[in-house]
Nanobody, 120 residues
């Protein structure tokens, strides 16, 4: 059974930073991504990374968030800086078997999420 387990969420003030981690029981060499869902809103893509390290970010987080992965350890990360109250939500790690075209909602495996709360 494939497992993705997120950690690193918490409560911070606006302008602060958090680093999310996701450990996977499968290879992270293919498409990996972070999604988030705010209360009362649909889940949205935050960032993705493909098999050769090319990254894509949502416009709302460009320049503030950085996605990375360590394939040897099967970890996915999301460094979040200059956090804003609008970044509040549950953050999910996701994995797919395809190596490219990683931006989008077509992911097979999902973690349970880690909560991020940013106060003004």
């Amino acid at each position: 059974q494939v497992q993705l387990v997120e950690s690193g969420g918490g409560s911070v003030q606006a302008g602060g930073s958090l680093r999310l981690s996701c450990v996977a029981s499968i290879s992270t060499r293919n498409c990996m991504a972070w999604f988030r869902q705010a209360p009362g809103k649909e889940r949205e893509g935050v960032a993705s990374i493909n098999s050769v390290g090319v990254t894509v970010y949502a416009n709302s987080v460009k320049g503030r968030f950085t996605i990375s992965k360590d394939n040897a350890k099967a970890f996915l990360y999301l460094q979040m800086d200059s956090l804003e109250p609008e970044d509040t939500g549950m953050y999910y790690c996701a994995a797919a078997h395809r190596p490219f075209s990683c931006w989008g909602n077509d992911y097979r495996y999902w973690g349970q999420g880690t909560q991020v709360t940013v106060s003004a």
